[in-house]
């Protein structure tokens, strides 16, 4: 069933978490989907700018719809992170997505309401969802790259006039994540004071936390001993913090840079340990495999397995 997040989070809030899964290829497409139908999780699966330049939208949306058609009994929506006017505009005339994310990010406040508002005012005209972000990530992914000394925590006292001048549906928020392997640097980890607060000031608005990978420590070891040059210092969120989070409103948690380590460790060991070895489809198998066992554990933790039965 394809809805919007919209319905997703009027569905979750406060009870449950729904992992948001970046997809590139078609391995993640269809591992994914085959463990949410197992888990009967509701779910997000989304594409950035950058994967629909790599791929084509084209593609991307054909390999998500061939994938819901293999698995029916799936609830799912289909986001586009991260994008900007070029790509969402496209892909709301072409009704491909249910969700949509505007970056505006980076600019300042009053151009960030304007830059959203806009796509909004256009997204709504076609019942499709979109997430707004403020407050600033640091870290890298896709071609995102943002330095710690330029990242900057939501202001909680800015969100009330944001949600209300742009329309949105949900807000994607800083409070002490950050993209790719490295976040917590610091080891601050999620600034729940912040949560609350925005919180008290938006209940019952649903927040998004970006960067909510976990980047377990014995994958860093595996890829590097496979090769890889991991420093020590890489570090996700801990599952218990994104647990705690879901409590404050927290209701989409953006996942990609695990599933991209997971890929790292899966074929640099097979390539490592089968030098003689050169056909995709052999790794590609034990990857989805891996995906699949990955995603389970994902959708457990959020408390997501089995919800899938209370939409109608």
């Known amino acids: 069933m394809l809805l919007t997040t919209k319905q997703l989070f009027n569905n979750c809030y406060g009870k449950y978490g729904i992992a948001a899964v970046n997809v590139d290829f078609m391995e993640q497409i269809l591992a994914l989907f085959a463990a949410a ?3 009967n999780a509701p779910f997000i699966v989304q594409t950035t700018p950058v994967a629909r330049e790599y791929a084509t939208p084209e593609m991307l949306v054909a390999m998500i719809k061939t994938a819901a058609q293999l698995h029916p009994k799936t609830i799912f929506a ?16 072409k009704n ?4 949509v994310m505007i970056d505006a990010s980076h600019d300042d406040f009053k151009t960030n309401i304007k830059r959203t508002k806009a796509v909004v005012d256009q997204a709504h005209l076609k019942d499709v969802s979109v997430e707004a972000e403020l407050g600033v990530l640091s870290g890298k992914e896709d071609d995102l790259s943002v330095d710690e000394t330029h990242a900057l925590y939501t202001n909680p006292t800015e969100v009330e006039e944001f949600v209300q001048a742009t329309g949105c549906d949900s807000l994607a928020i800083a409070v002490g994540t950050s993209h790719g392997a490295y976040k917590f640097s610091g080891g ?3 600034q729940f004071q912040i949560l609350e607060d925005i919180q008290n000031r938006l209940p019952n608005f649903p927040l998004v936390l970006h960067g909510g990978s976990a980047v377990n420590d014995e994958e860093i070891n595996r890829i590097n001993k496979a090769g890889g040059l991991f420093e020590n210092s890489a570090k996700g969120v801990d599952p218990a913090e994104v647990k705690k989070a879901i409590a404050y409103g927290v209701c989409k948690i953006n996942i990609a840079t695990d599933f991209r380590l997971l890929w790292t460790r899966v074929n640099r060991e097979f390539f490592n340990n089968q030098p003689g070895e050169f056909h995709p489809i052999i790794p ?3 990857y989805m495999e891996e995906f699949k066992k990955m995603a389970l554990e994902k959708f457990e933790y959020l408390g997501a397995t089995g919800k899938g039965a209370t939409f109608k």
């Open 37 to 39: 139908e197992v888990a």
């Open 78 to 93: 289909i986001h586009m992170d991260h994008g900007n006017e070029a790509h969402i505009f496209k892909a709301l005339k």
């Open 96 to 99: 491909d997505y249910t969700s």
């Open 188 to 190: 601050a980890g999620i």
């Open 284 to 286: 590609g198998k034990t």
